[in-house]
């Protein structure tokens, strides 16, 4: 168990439709990391919040949308959903910004079918 | 950030050392090197990571050449348990993204 928590663990959905998915970090992580992983692209980097602010920033498209909250736990807004997002989507956390090689903590994986 | 190449697939033999080689030629002498790996489709575990000299821990140990292009991972007495993909991510000091690449899957035989 790494700490991170992941709610949903399933999601079913259908195209145009729009989902939150949710991370709470380890206790005293700042960072928040959320990752993609799908059949064809492998895992990706999608964004990254360090203390409420957005610190990095992969290859997210515009249709997906992140924000982290006061008391350190994170969404991630997935609309206009299609096909190819079907995906599992891991968060992950650290203790520091990033700058410091602070290993990352993944969660178990919130997997989305959109149908 | 640096790109890794790593063998798609190896075995290993269940008691026996494996040794999961990555090559990343382009490294700079800021960037560190990182091993993680992903069981089946749990989150990706975090095992170890270096700079330049080697690194032990419980789980393993990173060996890194004395030019640094490239790595070697090595699982002392593999277990079933540690069959898995191994990512090998070269990551720079001033950003917390990783960039995973395809991979090492490890595939421990009884």
């Known amino acids: 168990d790494s700490g991170v928590t992941q709610t949903p663990k399933h999601l079913i959905t259908a195209t145009g439709q729009r989902v939150t998915l949710r991370c709470s970090p380890r206790s005293g992580d700042l960072s928040v990391y959320w990752y993609q992983q799908s059949l064809d692209q492998g895992l990706q980097f999608l964004i990254q919040y360090y203390n409420g602010e957005e610190r990095a920033k992969g290859n997210i498209l515009e249709r997906f949308s992140a924000q982290q909250f006061p008391d350190l736990h994170s969404e991630l807004n997935l609309s206009s959903l299609e096909l190819g997002d079907s995906a599992l989507y891991f968060c992950?956390?650290?203790?520091?910004?990033?700058?410091?090689?602070?290993?990352?903590?993944f969660g178990p994986g919130t997997r989305l079918t959109v149908l | 950030d640096a790109k890794t190449t790593q063998p798609t697939s190896m075995d290993c033999a269940e008691g026996r050392a494996a040794n999961l080689p990555c090559n990343h030629s382009t490294i700079s002498g800021n960037e560190y090197v990182y091993w993680y790996r992903q069981i089946h489709s749990q989150g990706p575990q975090y095992i170890i990571h270096?700079?330049?000299n080697n690194e032990t821990n419980e789980m393993a140990s990173l060996i890194i050449t004395e030019d640094r292009k490239s790595s070697t991972l090595i699982l002392p007495h593999a277990t079933l348990r540690d069959t898995a993909v191994y990512y090998c991510?070269?990551?720079?000091?001033?950003?917390?993204?990783?960039?995973f690449g395809q991979g090492t899957t490890l595939q421990v035989k009884p």
């Open positions: 991510i070269v990551k720079g000091g001033n950003t917390g993204k990783l960039i």
């Open positions: 270096g700079l330049k």
């Open positions: 992950a956390s650290s203790a520091g910004s990033g700058n410091l090689n602070n290993e990352q903590f």
